[in-house]
């Protein structure tokens, strides 16, 4: 099922938004990556989900990887 058709302010939010967590989560995942390996991973999930949000899917698919980002930042804090 196809979201709405994206602005150009949209656009521009969404790749700030990807520079934003890709800036936040690549150093979590680097620091503990002998403990974690899946990072890269999760980070390419995220870069996928929002590609296709741009070509129209719904935003929901990215919630759900940045929350999978969020429990695996959460678990390595408490590693």
Known sequence: MPGRELT??????????????????TPIFSEAADRFSDGEQLLKRFN????LVRNGSWFRAVDEV???????KALLANY
Request: negative net charge.
């Open 48 to 51: 996928e989900a929002l590609d």
């Open 8 to 25: 150009e302010d949209d656009l521009k939010w969404l790749e700030e938004y990807r520079t934003q967590v890709i800036e936040a989560f």
């Open 66 to 72: 940045h929350n999978e980002l969020c429990i695996a």
